[in-house]
């Protein structure tokens, strides 16, 4: 799939140690299994009312809400755009504008607290083109650009600061509700890790070391948990291959499950046990339950769709019963709306769109 292969990095993506120096953590006693989920719903969508599409033609994904609920910031590929830009827009759809620079690639986008900056990740200031493509003829694979930085800038796009400077990928960056912490993805020490930061820039702290990914993190609304997807490779062969592509800026995104840890890294735990690429977690407003995108229903992964859980694994439930992909969900901060990147209505081969949508319980 087109969308999975340029979007999926984000909502992507060390000195690396080995399987015997970190032992696994603790899983949550009972994890959402292959075999835990009801798809027996009297109604289809039934968590889902009034769905309003905002987009129409392109690329267009992860979009996440300001903290007052009144906007809505995402990546696009449109018009005559190579790769995806950053843009903002009102949460109906109205006064879209682009928010990046225009040039290189960028992702993972999120808006401060204030609302007066915002937070994305870029590959400009190593090369204003587009970054190649992954070479897809020996198998899915997602690129990990070593030329990834994070940015912050006024949500005019002006202003633009740069927050990271290390050699290597660092991307994935989102924002806790008080403003005062980044948690971000990097290649830093050799593998990919999940970091957090302050919002200057500094005090970085790496929060996990197992071998594997880790990345694509968000902090709960109380700020004290993070949510993020893990691939941790444990048989040889497994290990062997990790560390291959990952020599060549590669990870094969067949397998993610959910995880949780508190927010300096203690106490993680294993949500999902699918065994398929499960993958964009976003806490409600409570805390108590995850969303997330898996193609854990398709034999042949192509298929992704909405689920939620409870933060320790069971009530697995699918939320979305559409064809072709529905990815990248994230709550209003009341809880009310919830909006999400999906294929639906798609008027084009590979186009894909952000919706919105009144969450009913």
Known sequence: MKLFATLFVCALFATTFSLAQNPAPSPARQTA???????????PERHLKNIRQLTFGGENAEAYF????????????????????IFTMRADGSQ????????????????????????????????????????????????????YDIFAANTDGSNVKRLTSTDGYDAEATISTDGRKIVFTSMRDGDLDIYTMNASGRNVRRLTSELGYD??????????????????PR???????????LGENLIEPNIFEIWTMNADGSNKRQVTNLGAASFA?????????????????????RNF?????????????????NETFDGFPMFSPDGKKLVFASNRN????????????????
């Not at 990546?75 to 790769?83: A, D, T, Y």
């Not at 694509?216 to 700020?223: E, H, L, Q, R, V």
């Not at 798609?346 to 949508?357: L, P, W, Y």
């Open 66 to 85: 300001s903290a007052d609920g009144g906007e809505l910031i995402f990546q696009s590929k449109r018009n005559s755009l190579l790769c995806d830009q």
């Open 281 to 301: 977690p976003y806490f409600f407003p409570d805390g108590r339950r995850i969303i997330f995108a898996s193609n854990k229903h398709d034999s042949k992964g």
């Open 235 to 245: 048989t040889p062969e497994q290990i062997k291959r990790y560390r291959e592509k």
């Open 96 to 147: 879209t504008r682009m928010v990046s620079t225009g040039t290189g690639r960028t992702t993972c986008s999120y808006f401060f607290p204030n609302k007066r900056r915002i937070l994305f990740s870029s590959t400009h200031l190593a090369d204003k083109a587009c970054p190649p493509a992954p070479d897809h003829s020996r198998g899915y694979v997602w690129a990990i650009y070593p030329s």
């Open 305 to 321: 769709d909405l689920y939620i859980v409870n933060t320790d694994g069971t009530n697995l439930e699918r939320v979305t019963f």
């Open 33 to 43: 299994s292959s075999n835990d989920d009801c798809e027996c719903q009297l109604t």
């Open 215 to 232: 990345g694509g993190a968000f902090f709960s609304a109380d700020g004290k948990r993070i949510v993020y997807r893990a691939y941790h």
């Open 346 to 361: 798609q008027k084009a081969r590979g186009e894909t769109n952000v919706f919105i949508a009144d969450w009913v319980e």
